[in-house]
């Protein structure tokens, strides 16, 4: 009798702890259904960096996104940084573009961690990779209004852990990443629209937390499921 | 050239074919004023250019592209020297027009994953920053000395195939030879090839000329072609590179010297040359625990020996009357088949505070040649950004050249240029930089240790 009530304890133990396990991870993937949703996306985006001070610089660019796993941005304006290209494609593989040079480099994933033209976000921010595919969840806490998630990286990463929290309609709200010595480093906040069937991040916001300084992404325009050829994911369309 | 106008219609009929609805003229461009003054009483000027730089680009829905890069400029000052001069207003108030790109490229050009480029391009080759040996496909542009490793824009047709996004294959082919053109202003004689030229004892060069034989005119002598396999392996960029080429740079194959006069002075008369080279070339780009490196090299094998003669006309003083002698000397530079290599190893690497430092080990510089005419430059660059790149300031900026260690006392160039650079919007940049230079010995940077120089530079990008 003993032994049947020690080990109904040790089922009811492995089964809450494996059920708030699958609930982080299928919130997880919730979360990826709702954001990668449409087969492929062109927006068109403001870049709005900000310091310390107050002071802003204003950027434009167009994203072009397929497949939950490919990604190009392109710089429009300003002059100075028109044509520059960050392309990201399956397993990890991305490029960069400086006209200036006229060449496009492989980016290694030892320099992953660095800044994408003096934005807040470094190459790994920008890879199109899903939460699920990036990260381990484990579920912090729910309450009505939200559920936050502790993720860990599942490869090598500048960051250690990061902090979502998801909102009831399975939707990010916010993501806090520490840097590897566990300490808060970046902030990104969300700001979630529906258009027709589909949501999207109308803006995204990312705060350096050690040099107080921000960029702010706005979509001016987005269109989605328009049959993005595989072709727009290359080095040869970012160059041209 | 019937080939070459069924050759013109044939690639304008097939850009017509491709080419469908436009997306529009887009013009951009950069306006830069460039000043330079020395560092010596009177502070003469030495250097004034204002440019405006064009960049003009229309994009077809058929996949094809339409891009020109036009210089307008006033460069120096007014030369006038006679009261005419000021009825000319071309020399009161000169201004060039350069066409540095002008070319139409399409995407997917018979197969898929093909395209071609055709027209006046510069084709970017090497991954060293900015001293490239493995570029030898477009004329080098020495006007501004400062500005080193500059080129112009090369007439070709360029195919690059893409096998993926790592791999691709490119083939140019140049049908036209065109030289590199030469220093102006105050940099004029750093290239001046009498400086090189070692007189006889008791002779005194007197006068100097010279004459230039450019390639036959002739598609065959004229053509320089390349291709280049770029690939990415192991974390690291990469490309193996071969070039038909010609040297962009005059040789000498004759010098002439005619003694005129028993005081020793003496006509000189030397004959240049664009001698023809394979080129093959191998560079690397990558990164190893957070440094990126870089290295480039290229192997120069000469299509025959190189060689110039000398010949002295001079008198037998001993007898009387003197009697008409003549002398000649062939001096071998490089043999047949041996190559000389020159190279590039760099390093950059940027630290958590915001420190960037690049390093380049250069051995050959763009005007050197040959075994033993090679020499090392160590550049180093560190700076530093502040306020959000706002400003920039690289205290330490220069070069370390050697042309001899075994004497390196009196054979050494040390190229000091610190600058700061300041953004006051995100597209000006206003550059104030130091130029001190000092060395001994034959180098032609030595021949700048007079030309310290103070420079300000503002360009705006548009």
């Known amino acids: ?240 | 050239m019937k080939r070459l106008t069924i050759l013109f219609f044939a690639i304008f009929g097939m850009i017509a074919l491709y080419a469908q609805d436009s997306t529009g003229l887009s013009i951009g461009g950069q306006l830069l004023s460039n000043e330079r003054v020395l560092l010596k009483k009177g502070n003469p000027w030495a250097w004034n250019e204002n440019r405006l730089d064009l960049k003009l680009q229309e994009n077809f829905s058929g996949n094809a592209k339409f891009y020109a890069q036009v210089w307008i400029r006033n460069i120096g000052l007014p030369q006038v020297g006679q009261i005419n001069d000021l009825f000319n207003k071309g020399i009161v108030d000169p201004i060039n027009l350069e066409i540095r790109q002008a070319y139409v490229q399409i995407n997917d050009f018979l197969v898929k994953n093909l395209d071609f480029t055709a027209g006046r391009q510069i084709i970017t080759w090497g991954t060293a920053d900015k001293i490239n040996p493995t570029d030898n496909l477009n004329p080098l542009d020495l006007e501004d000395v400062l500005d080193f490793g500059r080129r112009r824009g090369a007439d070709a047709l360029r195919f690059d195939y893409y096998l993926n996004n790592d791999w691709y294959i490119e083939a140019v082919a140049e049908p036209f030879f065109r030289p590199a053109n030469m220093p102006v202003g105050i940099y004029a004689n750093l290239f001046d090839p009498a400086q090189f030229i070692t007189m006889p004892q008791g002779l005194t060069m007197s006068s100097f000329s010279s004459t230039i034989t450019l390639p036959d005119n002739k598609l065959s002598s004229q053509f320089i072609g390349g291709i280049k396999l770029k690939g990415f392996v192991a974390g690291f960029d990469f490309s193996l590179s071969y070039v038909y080429g010609r040297d962009y740079l005059p040789l000498f194959k004759n010098i002439d010297m005619q003694v005129l006069d028993a005081q020793g002075n003496t006509a000189v008369n030397v004959d240049f040359y664009y001698p023809r080279h394979h080129i093959l070339g191998f560079d690397f780009a990558g990164n190893i625990a957070g440094i990126g490196v870089w290295g480039e090299a290229a192997a120069f094998f000469p299509k025959g020996a190189i060689k110039f003669t000398s010949i002295l006309h001079t008198y037998d003083m001993t007898q009387f009357p003197p009697q008409p002698v003549t002398y000649t000397v062939d001096s071998t530079l490089q043999k047949k088949g041996l190559p000389y290599v020159k190279y590039v190893l760099g390093a950059d690497y940027t630290f958590p505070d915001g420190i960037y430092a690049n390093f380049q080990f250069v051995h050959g510089f763009l005007h050197e040649r040959f075994n033993g005419g090679l020499n090392d430059y160590y550049l180093l660059r560190i700076e530093k950004s502040l306020f959000y790149d706002k400003l920039k300031i690289a205290p330490i900026s220069g070069s370390f050249i050697v042309t001899d260690y075994k004497e390196l006392k009196d054979n050494y160039t040390l190229l000091y240029m610190p600058q700061v650079i300041y953004k006051p919007n995100l597209n000006t940049e206003i550059t104030l930089s130091l130029g001190l230079f000092g060395g001994k010995g034959k180098d032609i940077f030595t021949s700048l240790k007079d030309l310290d120089l103070l420079a300000l530079s503002v360009k705006y990008d548009f």
Do not use: C
Request: charged share 25%; no cysteine.
């Open chain 1, 1 to 240: 009798m003993k032994a049947k009530h020690i080990l109904l304890i040790l089922v009811a133990f492995v089964f809450s702890f494996n059920t708030k396990a699958q609930t982080a991870q299928q919130i997880l993937d919730k979360v990826d259904q709702l954001t990668s949703a449409p087969q492929d996306a062109k927006q068109t985006i403001r870049m709005t960096l900000t310091d310390r001070n107050g002071h802003e610089q204003v950027r434009t660019a167009i994203i072009w996104q397929k497949d939950k796993n490919k990604r190009l941005i392109k710089f429009t304006s300003p002059a100075a940084y028109k044509g520059i290209g960050f392309l990201s494609l399956p397993n990890d593989v991305m490029y960069v573009y400086m006209p200036a040079y006229g060449k496009e480099r492989r980016i290694a994933s030892s320099v992953k961690n660095q800044k994408f033209a003096g934005t807040d976000l470094t190459y790994e921010d920008l890879q199109a990779k899903s939460y699920k595919n990036k990260y381990n969840a484990k579920l912090l806490s729910k309450d009505a209004d939200k559920f936050v998630l502790e993720l860990t990286p599942k490869e090598r990463s500048q960051y250690s852990k990061a902090i979502l929290t998801v909102n009831k309609d399975y939707l990010p709200v916010q993501v806090e990443f520490y840097n590897r010595g566990n300490k808060k480093a970046k902030v990104l906040t969300f700001n979630f629209v529906k258009s027709g069937n589909y949501w999207y991040a109308k803006t995204m916001t990312a705060k350096d937390l050690k040099t107080k300084h921000s960029t702010k992404m706005e979509v001016l325009s987005t269109k989605f499921d328009t049959g993005l050829s595989d072709d727009i994911f290359s080095v040869r369309f970012m160059k041209q």
